[in-house]
Every structure is written in structure tokens, then in C-alpha cells.
């Protein structure tokens, strides 16, 4: 006969697996905010960059109509990779939130595959107690 702990082996096996796959997500989501994060710091820079007044010698109005253009264009980057953030960062919160109960599923199942076994090996010692006082009645002299 198959002991409890035996039987509820595939389920803990699949929830360790959907943990590791998790946990995987999750990383890769931490990695994509991160990158999204670098990407505003690039855009914030060369905002910075281009913003700040031109050096000795100026530039034509042409050159600066066309520079506060492109400060623009850099301005509406900031506020679409600002969106992006947001949206990676509740995209890890969720990632977050499905690892957490996959792994309190796995732990779950750990614990009652460990108290079954801690069952089991007990019964075991009990019977294997019992054939041994039964034993020794068996060999004491009769009376």
C-alpha cells in the first residue's frame, strides 16, 4: 500500500515546479523594470543636455527652434517611459504576488508531505515495538 506522503509526491513536485517557473518571472520582470528605470535616467540625461543654453557663440534662431524641438521630443519620451514604469511596476507586483502563492502552495505541501512522513515513521517505530514485545513474551519461561 502506498503511504500517504507517497501519494501527495507528484502535486508537491508540480507546485516546486510552478515556484521555480515563478520565481524565473519574476526575475525576468525585476530585469525589464530595471531596464525601463536605465532607459529614463538615458532620457533624463540627454534632456538635461540638450536643455541646457549653448555655449560661447550662440546659435541661430533656426538652430534653437530646432533644439527646443527636439527638448520637446525628449520631454514626451520622459513622460511615455514614466508610463512604461508604472505599468512595469504593477506588471511585478502581479508576477510578485502569483510567486508568493505558488510558494506557499509548494511550502504547504512540504509541510504535510513532512508530517505524513513524521506519521508514518512513527506507526513504523509503534509496530516495530509492538513485534518486539511480543517477542519477548514469547520467550519468557512460562510460569
Known amino acids: 500500500m502506498s503511504k500517504r506522503a507517497d501519494r501527495l509526491?507528484?502535486?508537491a513536485d508540480q507546485a516546486k515546479q510552478r515556484s521555480d517557473d515563478a520565481v524565473l518571472k519574476l526575475a525576468e520582470q525585476q530585469q525589464r523594470l530595471a531596464k525601463a528605470e536605465r532607459q529614463l535616467m538615458e532620457l533624463r540625461g540627454y534632456r538635461q543636455e540638450y536643455a541646457s543654453p549653448p555655449g560661447v557663440g550662440?546659435?541661430?534662431?533656426?538652430?534653437?527652434?530646432?533644439?527646443?524641438h527636439f527638448v520637446e521630443r525628449i520631454d514626451r519620451a520622459i513622460d511615455q517611459q514614466v508610463l512604461e514604469i508604472e505599468r512595469q511596476r504593477r506588471l511585478l507586483d502581479q508576477i510578485r504576488g502569483l510567486w508568493r502563492d505558488a510558494h506557499a502552495r509548494e511550502a504547504a505541501l512540504d509541510n504535510v508531505i513532512d508530517r505524513y512522513r513524521?506519521?508514518?515513521r512513527k506507526a513504523e517505530?509503534?509496530?516495530e515495538q509492538n513485534d518486539?514485545?511480543?517477542r519477548m513474551q514469547h520467550r519468557r519461561p512460562a510460569r
Not at 58 to 68: D, I, S, Y
Open 132 to 134: 518486539i514485545d511480543e
Open 125 to 127: 517505530e509503534r509496530r
Open 58 to 68: 550662440g546659435l541661430t534662431a533656426t538652430a534653437l527652434m530646432n533644439r527646443q
Open 9 to 11: 509526491q507528484p502535486a
Open 118 to 120: 513524521e506519521q508514518d
